[in-house]
C-alpha cells in the first residue's frame, strides 16, 4: 500500500483532524507543510493537486488526491471504529460534520486564525465581533447535546468528536470563554484521554 501523503499547514485545526485521525488509526504518512500565509497554496503545482487551493489534501496514491477535511475523515474512518456501521448513526455522524462546517467552524476556527495565527486582533476587530454571537450559539448546542452524551453520536468516541474538537479546544485562541462550558470541557478531556491522542502542534 502507498503511504499517504497530508499537505498540510500546522496551526490548522481541519489538518490537526487528519493527522489525529490517522495516528488514531496508526496508519504511516508523510506530512508536507505548506505554509498558507506565505501563498504556498495558491501555487501552479499546488492547484494541479487542489484547484480550491486549500489545506488539508490527501495523496491517496500518485496522483490521486482527495480535499476537504470532513470528507478525508469519512473515507479514512470507512470499515473502522471511528465511523458506525448502523445507517441512522452513520447519518448522525455526518449531521455534526456538516453542522461544523457550516455552524461551527466559520466563527470559531476563523476569530482563531486572525487573533491568533495572523496576529491581527485590531485590524478583524469588527468582524471577529460579528462572529462571537453564531460562535457562540454553535457552543451552547455542543454544551447542550453533551450534558446528556459521553461522545457525540452513539455515546463512543467517532469522527464526529474528532472534527469537533479541532476548533472547540482552542476555542479560546479565538476569544471564546470556554469555562462557561463545563459539558464542552468535560467532553475534551475524554477526547484527550483517547488512545494515541495527539496535540494539535504535534507532527
Known sequence: METLRLYDFLPSGNG??????????????????????????????????????KIPTLEIEPGKYLAESNA?????SECTEFLPYDRFSRSQVLQWLFFEQSSHEP????????????????????????KRKPGYAALSLMENHLTSHIFFVGERYTIADIALFAYTHVADEGGFDLTQFPAIQGWIERVKAQPRYISITQE
Open 107 to 130: 466563527f470559531i476556527a476563523t476569530s482563531r486564525f486572525w487573533i491568533s495565527i495572523l496576529g491581527k486582533a485590531e485590524e478583524y476587530r469588527e468582524a471577529i465581533e460579528q
Open 72 to 76: 478525508i475523515l469519512v473515507y479514512l
Open 16 to 53: 490537526y483532524k487528519i493527522r489525529l485521525l490517522l495516528t488514531q488509526l496508526g496508519m504511516p504518512f508523510d506530512r508536507v507543510e505548506v505554509n498558507i500565509l506565505k501563498g504556498e497554496t495558491r501555487t501552479p503545482e499546488f492547484l494541479s493537486k487542489n484547484p480550491n487551493g
